[in-house]
Structures are given as C-alpha cells and as structure tokens.
C-alpha cells in the first residue's frame, strides 16, 4: 500500500502560481511513476502531468506545457507541481497518483493508488 497527501491548493488570481505537494508514504519503490489529475466540476477527470521517479522523465498533457512543471525530491518522497500563469480553466481538484510503468500515462486506471485531492481555485 502507498498513501499519498496532497497540499497546497488555494485560492489564487489569473495569472498567478501555486505549488502543490504529494507525500508519498508506505510501500513505495523508486520504479513507481507519479502523476497528477485534476477534476473540475461537472466534468470528467482529467491528466495532468507524469513524473518517472527512477529516471526523472516527464509528460504533460498539451493545455499546460510551458506553465506547469512537475519535479520530485528523492529524500522526501515527494512530487511536487509547479503551476504559473494559472488561468480561470485550471479551477479543479488536483490528485496525486501512483502507478508502475510508463504507458498509457493519460489513463487513470493505470494508477493504483490516489491521494484525497486538493482544492484549486483560479480567479479571473
């Protein structure tokens, strides 16, 4: 099992930045991939962001390539993601996620274990 808690979301104005955070705790392998979701209300839950912890690769869905940035600290067992130039249709709850493998990242089925999620709000 792997427990993973989310924070950092807040309240934040269009063209502002947040930094989410996802601790991992419990069974976790540094073979395991990360990746963060977000769900926006009335709509379907959507990839964010994928992080390889073994070798650092990443990939991020086209709406947010060049504002957001997802990392890692080893020592932490922590992901994190970094979101600027946040726009009103970024307003969802992000989650974190862990799953083995690098296929089919965009499929949230994939991933075996979630976080509780984090509320973020952008105002226009």
């Known amino acids: 099992q792997v427990q993973l808690v989310e924070s950092g979301g807040g309240l934040v104005q269009a063209g502002g930045s947040l930094r989410l955070s996802c601790a991992a705790s419990?069974?976790?392998?540094?073979?395991?991939?990360m990746g963060w979701f977000r769900q926006a209300p009335g709509k379907e839950r959507e990839f964010v962001a994928a992080l390889s912890w073994s070798g650092g690769s990443t990939y991020y869905t086209d709406s947010v390539k060049g504002r957001f940035t997802i990392s890692r600290d080893n020592a932490k067992n922590t992901v994190y993601l970094q979101m600027n130039s946040l726009k009103p249709e970024d307003t969802a709850v992000y989650y974190c996620?862990?799953?083995?493998?690098?296929?089919?990242?965009?499929?949230?089925?994939?991933?075996?274990?979630w976080g509780q999620g984090t509320q973020v709000t952008v105002s226009s």
């Open positions: 996620a862990v799953r083995i493998g690098w296929a089919y990242l965009e499929h949230g089925d994939e991933y075996a274990f």
């Open positions: 419990g069974r976790f392998f540094s073979s395991y991939t």
